[in-house]
Each structure stands twice: as C-alpha cells, then as structure tokens.
Nanobody
Framework: QVQLVESGGGLVQSGGSLRLSCAASGTIFSIETMGWYRQAPWKERELVATIPVAGSTNYADSVKGRFTISRDNAKKTVYLQMNSLRPEDTAVYYC???????????????WGQGTQFTVSS
C-alpha cells in the first residue's frame, strides 16, 4: 500500500512562514499529481495547490502569491512553502497524491493523515 506522511505543522504568528512536507512511501510505480488540501473547522475540505509530474502548478485564489508548491520526485516528496500567513490559513492540511502502484494498475488517490497548524493573530 501507499502511505503519505505529512510534517511541519504547528503554531505560527500572522505574517510568518512555514513549510509543510509530505513523503510518499510503500509500493509505488509512479506518482502523478501531488497536492495539498485543507479543512478549517466547520468548513469543507478545499484545494490549496497541486503540482503535476510536468506542467503548471495550480493554486487556490486565496493563496496565490503567498504559497508555493514544489516536489522532489527522487524523494517522492511534495512541499508547501507558506509565506505571509493569515489567521484564515489555520486548518488541517492534507497531502494528496495520485499514485500508480504498478504498470498494470490504474492510478489511485491517496491521502495523508493531515497536519494541523494554527496562525495566531
């Protein structure tokens, strides 16, 4: 199976920066799109940013210009650099990856367990 493990959560002041990491492990033939979603209290999970194997990244309007997603394919890791943080960025952040576990299996979607961070005002 495939595991996605996030790290980097915690408490940060408004205006500060933080970097989240998510490493994929397990039976992996290839990783297609990777990304980050978040879920704030009493809200639905929403897309933050995605990054394909090749091509353009995609960001939610609320984080454009402040967040940067990147990936290291050799390490099977995706990162989310977050700058100019705001209290409304407070949420549980989930790593997401579309993974093919073998050449004869269709890709499947996997989620990390989530990492919480809070932006204090």
């Amino acid at each position: 199976q495939v595991q996605l493990v996030e790290s980097g959560g915690g408490l940060v002041q408004s205006g500060g920066s933080l970097r989240l990491s998510c490493a994929a492990s397990g039976t992996i033939f290839s990783i297609e799109t990777m990304g980050w979603y978040r879920q704030a209290p009493w809200k639905e999970r929403e897309l933050v940013a995605t990054i394909p194997v090749a091509g353009s990244t995609n960001y939610a309007d609320s984080v454009k210009g402040r967040f940067t997603i990147s990936r290291d394919n050799a390490k099977k890791t995706v990162y989310l650099q977050m700058n100019s943080l705001r209290p409304e960025d407070t949420a549980v952040y989930y790593c997401h990856a579309v993974v093919q576990i073998s050449s004869y299996r269709l890709p499947n979607t996997y989620w990390g367990q989530g990492t919480q961070f809070t932006v204090s005002s």
